[in-house]
């Protein structure tokens, strides 16, 4: 596929509004928080319910978008199968439909964290997750070189940088709560529009047809 470079460019000038709006909420939910709720570290706990509004606030706001790269995926391998059953673009639809889902079975059965307590190092479940992740990337690297992939580096930057902060167990508090938990919300943030934006164009190319 031929790179479009206003769909690019039209792709980052989104993203860009996207995280500064998201930021621009978080810190008034920090904020909020701070003076009037539990405490930030509540934002970021997974909790079995909850005291109040603001408790595991943003970890269930990052497992929701979790949950939308997944559904986009395969909806949009659902419809392009119909309109274009040969297009070469359906299977990396569909295992990005694949991957984005089992990050997010990963997330919502903490399965990291069963294999931990079975004895499974953390390291070792990590390796495997990057090794899916470089197949993935191999396989499709043509596909992924002519969408906006900036935005997917970016998210998976920020993802492995909390995933980082955890692995340093800095303790307890609002400065590691933050320092994990942020980056792992931007992650996703990025990583779900990402997929958005190249599922919608996609589904355009298949409905108006050149």
């Given at each position: ?28 939910l920090?904020?909020y ?21 603001d ?11 979790c ?51 079975a ?54 508090g609002?400065?590691s ?34």
């Amino acid at each position: 596929m031929v790179t479009d470079i206003p769909y690019l460019m039209k792709a980052y000038r989104s993203v860009v509004w996207l995280n500064s709006f998201s930021l621009f909420l978080v810190v008034g939910l920090i904020v909020y928080t701070k003076f009037f709720g539990s405490s930030v570290e509540e934002l970021f706990r997974h909790p079995p319910f909850a005291s109040s509004l603001d408790v595991g606030f943003l970890t269930n706001t990052f497992q929701i978008l979790c949950a939308v790269p997944p559904v986009v995926c395969a909806f949009t391998f659902g419809l392009n199968t119909t309109i274009r059953p040969r297009s070469q673009e359906n299977l990396f639809i569909l295992c990005s439909a694949f991957l984005t889902g089992g990050f997010l079975f990963n997330e919502i059965y903490r399965l990291h964290v069963v294999l931990a307590i079975a004895g499974v190092p953390k390291l070792a479940t990590i390796a495997v997750y990057a090794i899916i992740l470089l197949a993935y990337a191999f396989v499709f690297k043509r596909r992924i070189q002519s969408t906006p992939y900036l935005i997917l580096l970016i998210g998976l930057g920020l993802l492995f940088l909390g995933i980082t902060v955890d692995s340093l167990h800095l303790g307890s508090g609002a400065i590691s709560s933050l320092l994990e938990g942020l980056p792992k919300l931007f992650s996703e943030i990025n990583i779900a529009f990402y997929f958005w934006y190249v599922c919608y164009r996609e589904v355009m190319r298949s409905l108006n047809p050149l």
